[in-house]
């Protein structure tokens, strides 16, 4: 991926989208900003450029935002989802990309329609929507699945408490190379330790957050 120019007005966009849905839908809002900034911190830990980190962070902080148009009695539901509520849920990465097309005329949003589509695709081709297997997924899904799958794990839902950090490690570690790219769950599991003992680190999400929250 080579380096590129961040347009000006991106900060206002995705302020605009996440502002949505942030109204819509309050917990999404809070997950993917917190998905956006691990994005960034694993693309740093990978040493990824300082383009491409920023690929990183705005597509974890646009990956959910097609949960704006998911029913919220399906998105919310406490209980198990049948086979065809199921399928909604899982439209939501389409609906993600579709959001934000409208930008792709300029580069740097045209790379983060395939990262956003693609973070539900899996290693071994189980995933959706595209069933993509291994390589075929872009890099910028595989770090979203990666911190995606911790935070979802990590946070307190309607039906279940957050989990600890061991329990989701394990799972990281046992669905390495079904799921997870093994080389970005081995950084991930390298680095994240020293993140749970940063102070409150919002360094390149400020832009956003203090128009936002």
């Not at 491409?52 to 962070?57: F, G, M, R, Y």
């Not at 290693?123 to 069933?131: A, H, M, R, S, T």
């Amino acid at each position: 991926m080579a380096w590129g120019d961040i347009p000006d007005w991106s900060y206002d966009s995705v302020k605009s989208l996440l502002e949505a849905l942030k109204a819509v839908e309050p917990s999404t809002y809070h997950h993917c900003l917190r998905v956006g900034e691990y994005s960034r911190k694993l693309a740093v830990a990978m040493g990824l450029n300082e383009f491409e980190t920023k690929v990183a962070e705005f597509s974890g902080l646009l990956h959910d935002i097609g949960k704006i148009g998911i029913d919220r009695g399906v998105l919310l539901k406490p209980g198990k989802l049948d086979p065809h509520e199921l399928d909604i849920i899982r439209s939501h990465s389409v609906i993600s990309e579709e959001i934000i097309k409208p930008f792709a005329a300029h580069p740097f949003f045209k790379q983060i329609l395939p990262a956003v589509r693609g973070h539900h695709e899996r290693l071994d081709g189980e995933g959706y929507p595209d069933k993509l297997m291994g390589e075929e997924i872009p890099l910028m899904s595989r770090i979203i699945l990666v911190v995606d799958t911790y935070d979802a794990m990590s946070e307190d839902r309607i039906y279940r408490k957050g989990l600890p950090d061991d329990i989701i490690y394990a799972e990281l570690k046992r669905c390495s190379g079904s799921q997870f790219d093994p080389q970005l769950v081995k950084i991930f599991l390298q680095v994240h330790e020293s993140w749970r003992k940063q102070k409150n680190d919002q360094e390149t999400l400020h832009h956003i957050i203090r128009k936002v929250a």
